[in-house]
């Protein structure tokens, strides 16, 4: 999730946010595949290619995927009927067109997933672009409720079903209108990341020795993820 696709689905557009890929240095070469074993005694990485590559440094960061079968009906409503979500690459700038659509006595609703997801930041900062952006138009957005999780989206009747997580109510499932739903999916271990039994191989010696390092919070660790951490 990068600052780009935040700006792009409230402000500018996808082309002149960029791609992630744009500010990489031209000295770094981008391996399109998986790491899928470590071999820290010959600072080697089998790839899921069969391919290996080996290294002087080792940074490991698995990182999560987007889970939008988690919640039902998302996946097909998403980019499409008000449904929108920045964490979509294909549907950020559909985020900015229900922005524009919006008007006096439009129901905007948007959610934040329960842990662990990435760029925490992103679910909120979209929430403060469109208050600023409703404020100029002289529409402003006043209700917050916590520990609701999205379950399902009713596309046909512009419905988000939430499971309220929390305190008497626990369990209850609640249907919120909607004209405009920004929707930050569930998020769970990539099906593509080395496993943690990986990761225990590198617990050991290896794993503190001066060229292995793992940035934090990754896999089933409880925790938010964000390349700003």
Not at 12 to 22: D, K, L, N
Not at 163 to 178: F, M, N, S
Not at 185 to 203: E, K, M, V
Request: aromatic share 8%; with cysteine; glycine share 8%.
């Amino acid at each position: 999730m990068s600052f780009g696709s935040t700006t792009a689905g409230s402000t500018i557009s996808r082309a002149r946010a960029g791609r992630p890929t744009a500010w990489c240095h031209r000295a770094v070469k981008r391996i399109k595949a998986a790491a899928r074993t470590f071999d820290p005694t010959n600072n080697k990485v089998e790839l899921s290619t069969g391919d290996s590559v080996t290294y002087d440094y080792l940074v490991v960061c698995t990182g999560v995927k987007l889970d939008w079968g988690k919640v039902g009906g998302l996946s097909e409503a998403v980019g499409r009927g008000g449904v929108c979500s920045n964490y979509s690459p294909d549907h950020v700038n559909y985020t900015w067109e229900c922005l524009k659509a919006l008007k006096p006595g439009s129901k905007t609703v948007f959610t934040q997933p329960p842990l662990p997801f990435k760029c925490p930041g992103a679910p909120q900062k979209i929430v403060y672009l469109t208050a600023d952006h409703l404020q100029r138009r002289g529409i402003l957005p006043d209700e917050v409720n916590y520990q609701h999780n999205l379950v399902a989206v009713d596309a046909k009747a512009k419905t988000a079903i939430f499971e309220i997580a929390g305190g008497d109510k626990q369990g209850q499932r609640i249907e919120v209108p909607y004209d405009m739903l920004h929707v930050s999916p569930p998020q769970s271990p990539s099906d593509d990341a080395i496993t943690l039994s990986d990761l225990d191989q590198l617990a050991g010696e290896k794993w503190h020795a001066e060229n292995h390092w793992r940035v934090d919070k990754i896999l089933n660790i409880d925790g938010v993820k964000s390349t700003v951490e």
